[in-house]
């Protein structure tokens, strides 16, 4: 049996995911559009509801942040902290078999 590692980012939901979310049930509530930066911050899919949006915008895509490395005794992966987006709260290392 092999383990494999994998490397998991997940945003803060209390942050501007919070934020933007305030101003789009506000313009839901008023059957207004949404202005341009609630519908950039939501990828164009601000008309989905709320749950489906917390769903989607959970976890963070980290890839550009993470690299494998090895050497003779070990392996694993590295997570420059200075690549990380801004909203991102918790890394997590998951190890399954």
Wanted: proline letters at 2%; a negative charge.
């Amino acid at each position: 049996m092999s383990m494999s590692t994998n490397v998991q980012a997940f945003r803060d939901m209390n942050g501007e995911f919070a934020r933007m979310l305030e101003a789009k049930k506000f313009c839901d509530e008023r059957k207004l559009s949404y202005p341009k930066e609630v519908d950039e911050y939501f990828q164009g899919d601000a008309d989905l509801d709320e749950h489906s949006l917390r769903e989607q915008f959970l976890e963070v895509n980290i890839s550009s942040a993470v690299t494998e490395y090895r050497d003779d005794y070990s392996e694993g992966y590295e997570v420059e902290v200075a690549k990380l987006p801004k909203d991102v709260k918790t890394i997590r290392f998951r190890n399954s078999w």
